[in-house]
Each structure stands twice: as structure tokens, then as C-alpha cells.
């Protein structure tokens, strides 16, 4: 088993700039969740997906910030323009269902924005 | 009030040491629990789900307490490769996942 894949593994940009991150959750999984982790807001979930559907994207930190899903086995989180106050690790994270089970997490985007 | 909260630590111990760690959440509709163990810049990785009955799974114990809505997590002879932070999870119908902060242990000599 793969695991979850997330790309890049660091991403380092100049404010102004679009980044995009990649994941690929475990096969079977059906459902797909983004997250950020910094130092002072701890691990904070921006949006999750169930069958490719956004299920509760609340956590969304304004409009510069956008997810896709298209099919089961890729999932996009974008940031248009960034800024350095988005400067986290980016995990993303499936499951084989919503509510019972265990997350799965990658290894995760460092992303810097200078 | 946060939906997940955890004491931050750290919490310092000697090796062969026990600790336990103490999770409260607020919502009384929360489905399933977990503890997660996170490694210095590397991503969660599950511990142990926590059952209703409590459940073990060699030096760790995990405990839930509905009625008082909190979650704990014994550790039993402490090694030094224990030192991570431990978050407890919260999951609700629906299928959102909330992360306390973290509780950070560090076994020593």
C-alpha cells in the first residue's frame, strides 16, 4: 500500500504567486481531508471531501483558498495570490469512511511564502 | 472554548516512567475517538482508537468517559522513543475530524 502521496514535498514562493498542492489518498478511501499545521494554531482542518464531494470547506481561511477533487484518486488545494501569513505544513489525509475510522496522513507540504 | 482540549505539557518523565494523558471535548455527539502520535516535522500517525469499554494495546491504555466527556491515554514503562507529542481526535457524524493541540512528552535517561 502507498499510502497518501502529497506533492511537493516543500515549496518555497514569493508572495503574489499561486501554489498549487497535490495529494493522491489510498485507493478505496472515500473520503479526502486538508489541513494545516503551525506552531500557533496547531492542526486545523480547512475541508474534507466524500466522494469527491465538499462536504465542509468552514474551515477555509478566505477566498484565496480553493480545493478540487475531480475523480477519486486526486485531489488540488490552491492558493491565489499567497502570502506569508500562509507559510504551514499542508497535510492531506483519507479514510475508508466518514466518521469511523482512522485518518491516514501524508507526509505533508512545507510551504514557505517569503 | 476550543472542541478539543488537551493540558500542552511537556510533560518530562524518566524512562520506565508512567504517564497519562487527559483529553476533554465538548460535543456530546461525538462518534469515535482516537490518539494520534506525531513526530517532530513528520505527519500524524495513528496510536490507538479508543473504544467505549477502554482497550489496550501493550504499554498503552486508552480510556473514554462519555458520560464526562473526556478521553485518556496511559503509557506504562516509558521508552525513550515515546518522546512525540500525542493529539487526541474527535470524530462527529458527518465525518469531521477535530485535533486537540497536542500534549508533548519527553522521556529522559
Known amino acids: 500500500d502507498a499510502g497518501v502521496i502529497q506533492s511537493p514535498r516543500h515549496e518555497v514562493t514569493e508572495m503574489g504567486q499561486e501554489v498549487t498542492l497535490r495529494c493522491k489518498p489510498i485507493s478505496g478511501h472515500n473520503s479526502l481531508f486538508w489541513y494545516r499545521q503551525t506552531m500557533m494554531r496547531g492542526l486545523e482542518l480547512l475541508i474534507y471531501?466524500?466522494?469527491?464531494?465538499?462536504?465542509?470547506d468552514s474551515g477555509m481561511p478566505e477566498d484565496r483558498f480553493s480545493a478540487k477533487m475531480p475523480n477519486a484518486s486526486f485531489s488540488t488545494l490552491k492558493i491565489q495570490p499567497s502570502e506569508p501569513r500562509d507559510s504551514a505544513v499542508y497535510f492531506c489525509a483519507s479514510s475508508t469512511d466518514s466518521y469511523n475510522s482512522p485518518l491516514h496522513f501524508g507526509n505533508g507540504t512545507r510551504l514557505t511564502v517569503t | 472554548r476550543k472542541e478539543v482540549e488537551q493540558d500542552p505539557g511537556p510533560f518530562n518523565v524518566p524512562e520506565g516512567a508512567t504517564v497519562a494523558f487527559n483529553c476533554t471535548y465538548s460535543?456530546?455527539?461525538?462518534?469515535?475517538f482516537f490518539w494520534y502520535r506525531q513526530d517532530c516535522r513528520k505527519e500524524p500517525k495513528l496510536l490507538m482508537s479508543?473504544?467505549?469499554s477502554g482497550n489496550e494495546d501493550g504499554r498503552f491504555t486508552a480510556q473514554l468517559n462519555r458520560a464526562s466527556q473526556y478521553i485518556s491515554l496511559l503509557i506504562r514503562d516509558s521508552k525513550l522513543s515515546d518522546s512525540a507529542t500525542y493529539l487526541c481526535?474527535?470524530?462527529?457524524?458527518?465525518?469531521?475530524?477535530?485535533f486537540g493541540d497536542g500534549t508533548t512528552l519527553t522521556v529522559k535517561p
Open positions: 481526535v474527535v470524530n462527529m457524524w458527518g465525518g469531521k475530524s477535530t
Open positions: 460535543n456530546s455527539a461525538s462518534q469515535s
Open positions: 471531501f466524500n466522494n469527491n464531494v465538499p462536504i465542509d
Open positions: 479508543v473504544y467505549s
